[in-house]
């Protein structure tokens, strides 16, 4: 931690117009270089919207960035789909490529 320089507690009266005395001991615990903060204000108050009037009357949230979600989930689902079916074609069409070259081979010779 550093130490204080002897003349901040007059250099901080000076600056923020108090006498040099009351600088030394100031009510937030510091040296005087740091003015005391007042209060936070209080929060405000809240008033809930009757219930028939609530967002989650229904039981659900309604907001308009949900129907994003409808959007999001169709494409994963086709996302799925193609990564679920695509390679089991695939193995499929080298399956039937195969059995036939063997036919094929096996009938010729």
């Given at each position: 931690m550093r130490a204080a320089?002897?003349?901040a507690p007059a250099a901080a009266a000076a600056a923020t117009?108090?006498?040099a005395a009351a600088a030394?001991?100031?009510g937030?615990?510091?040296d005087g270089s740091t003015?005391?903060?007042?209060p936070p204000p209080p929060p405000p108050s809240l008033e809930l919207p009757p219930a028939e009037r609530s967002a989650l009357h229904f039981g659900a949230h309604v907001c308009s960035k949900w129907s994003v979600?409808?959007?999001e989930k169709a494409f994963f689902a086709?996302?799925?789909?193609a990564?679920?079916?695509?390679?089991?074609f695939s193995m499929g069409a080298i399956a039937l490529g195969l059995t036939l070259t063997l036919t094929l081979t096996l009938t010729l010779t």
């Open positions: 320089h002897p003349a117009g108090a006498s030394a001991t100031v937030n615990g510091t003015p005391a903060s007042p979600l409808a959007v086709s996302v799925q789909r990564l679920t079916f695509t390679p089991l």
